[in-house]
T-cell receptor
Framework: DTAVSQTPKYLVTQMGNDKSIKCEQNLGHDTMYWYKQDSKKFLKIMFSYNNKELIINETVPNRFSPKSPDKAHLNLHINSLELGDSAVYFC?????????????FGPGTRLTVT | AQSVTQLGSHVSVSEGALVLLRCNYSSSVPPYLFWYVQYPNQGLQLLLKYTSAATLVKGINGFEAEFKKSETSFHLTKPSAHMSDAAEYFCAVSESGGNQGGKLIFGQGTELSVKP
């Protein structure tokens, strides 16, 4: 029973196209995130939503638009894809507790832009 | 601003040897600290976390880490490496308060290789 799931796992597309990545969590968490892992494996946060409200937007190009239809889902839509968008995108979720925000990650979506 | 530095992008040990992966952090407020492991083509799995309850933290798979405020360090250790420990390891920090929503700031990662 997967806690945080993402679809698709692999995405190959051409420059200029528009694509979406979907994320769902069944942990009952209030907060969800998108992270980008580049080719050097460096991880950087992109967005965070809490109860469908955007709380973090880390100076990501406005070609990237997150959408949270409910607190269990956080999708990422990317317009006009560029070569530099090629990366692995991870969704994560968490619930604030006494131990802060312990985050659970999805398996990742490997996006390749050609 | 918070930051994390992992010393050594690649560490190689022999099976059965001590594993030591170094992490130093910078934070203006009391931090929460985490170690995550990433196996090839997989997501990140939480190994352990420091949340101020105890400075020596034990995690899964025999790993532990010690929070040293004076050294701003949170090094990860394991007494005896197994072949299955070969993976990428990430240290991360988040703020304990404020409205940052728990965002994680990651170090650059350390790739652990285990030789037979």
């Amino acid at each position: 029973d997967t806690a945080v799931s993402q679809t698709p796992k692999y995405l190959v597309t051409q420059m200029g196209n528009d694509k979406s990545i979907k994320c769902e969590q069944n942990l009952g968490h209030d907060t969800m995130y998108w992270y980008k892992q580049d080719s050097k494996k460096f991880l950087k946060i992109m967005f965070s939503y809490n109860n469908k409200e955007l709380i973090i937007n880390e100076t990501v190009p406005n070609r990237f638009s997150p959408k949270s239809p409910d607190k269990a889902h956080l999708n990422l839509h990317i317009n006009s894809l560029e070569l530099g968008d090629s990366a692995v995108y991870f969704c994560a979720s968490s619930q604030k507790g006494t131990g802060g925000y312990e985050q659970y990650f999805g398996p990742g979506t490997r996006l390749t832009v050609t | 601003a918070q930051s994390v530095t992992q010393l050594g992008s690649h560490v190689s040990v022999s099976e059965g040897a001590l594993v030591l992966l170094r992490c130093n952090y910078s934070s203006s407020v009391p931090p929460y600290l985490f170690w995550y492991v990433q196996y090839p083509n997989q997501g990140l799995q939480l190994l352990l976390k420091y949340t101020s309850a105890a400075t020596l933290v034990k995690g899964i798979n025999g790993f532990e880490a010690e929070f040293k405020k004076s050294e701003t360090s949170f090094h990860l250790t394991k007494p005896s490496a197994h072949m299955s420990d070969a993976a990428e390891y990430f240290c991360a920090v988040s703020e304990s308060g404020g409205n940052q929503g728990g965002k994680l700031i990651f170090g650059q990662g350390t790739e652990l290789s285990v030789k037979p």
